[in-house]
């Protein structure tokens, strides 16, 4: 099959997701957060490293749902599955609404303490070259156990969210990728059709093909060669070479 090979001619606005494509998490977060968590859940006899481990086992397996079936699990849904996969002895009695707001509160003061970092170094300079061309841009993304709220503290925090015209976070949407109703609000609340958004992302399910069948122009970003026929980039920069 023909590789297939994308452009910005007649692109008004591109959207990017955000894990693997503008930033990378930070290990000393993840961290902080199970340490955090395990503390709030009342854990704290558990080994720090196998409750880490369970938080990262449930976080996989959701996220692996969530990829391919669209359907959204964020944060209380995440936390409420660590708590029914610990023993009787290693929990709180009962987890309330109010625990895992109380929880949230807690992560949001981590992440800022425990920043991550931008996937590559001159990501703000390839966001202004591509805002000096006059197209628009968003962030669509899938949440885990870091709300849509946390990730505009981080992209404030970051120097991106100045850039971005439109956030689009799974759990403020009720759906997440590859769900084509995260891709169709796009175009409504851009007022942009969906032939005129490249949507940007790492995953070939959840990014490239869910935005294709929404009818939005898809590239992958991958740092493997590769005969794929679908539209590849390497860097960012790449897009406005």
């Known amino acids: 099959m023909e590789k297939e090979i994308y452009h910005l001619e007649g692109i008004k606005l591109i959207s990017f997701d955000i894990w693997q494509t503008l930033l990378l998490s930070n290990p ?37 749902i ?8 964020g944060l209380p849904e995440r936390v409420k599955k660590v708590y ?12 309330t609404d109010e625990h895992i707001a109380n ?10 303490d425990n920043l991550p970092t931008v996937l590559e170094d001159d ?17 669509m993304s899938n949440t885990g156990f870091i709300s849509g709220r946390q990730m505009r503290l981080v992209l404030r925090q970051l120097g991106i969210l100045p850039f971005i015209s439109i956030q689009l976070f799974s759990n403020e949407m009720g759906v997440s990728k590859p769900n084509k109703l ?10 942009i059709d ?26 992958q970003l991958t740092s493997t060669s590769s005969d794929s026929s679908v539209a590849q980039i390497r860097k960012l ?3 406005i070479q």
């Open 103 to 112: 929880f949230e509160t807690i992560a949001d003061q981590l992440i800022i």
């Open 123 to 139: 990501l703000l300079k390839t966001l202004s070259a591509i805002k000096e061309r006059g197209i628009q841009m968003a962030v």
């Open 28 to 64: 000393a977060y993840k961290n902080a957060r199970a340490e955090a968590l395990r503390k709030h859940l009342g854990a704290e006899d558990m080994e720090l490293g196998s409750f880490a481990n369970l938080m990262k086992t449930v976080d996989e397996e959701i996220d692996k």
């Open 194 to 219: 969906g032939s005129m958004i490249l949507h940007v992302g790492d995953n070939f399910k959840a990014d490239y093909a869910g935005a294709k069948a929404a009818g939005l122009k898809a590239v």
């Open 84 to 95: 029914e996969n610990l023993t009787l002895e290693l929990r709180i009695p009962e987890l």
């Open 182 to 191: 995260i891709f169709e609000a796009l175009a409504e609340q851009s007022g």
């Open 237 to 239: 920069s790449d897009l």
């Open 66 to 73: 969530s990829d391919e079936t669209g359907v959204q699990f």
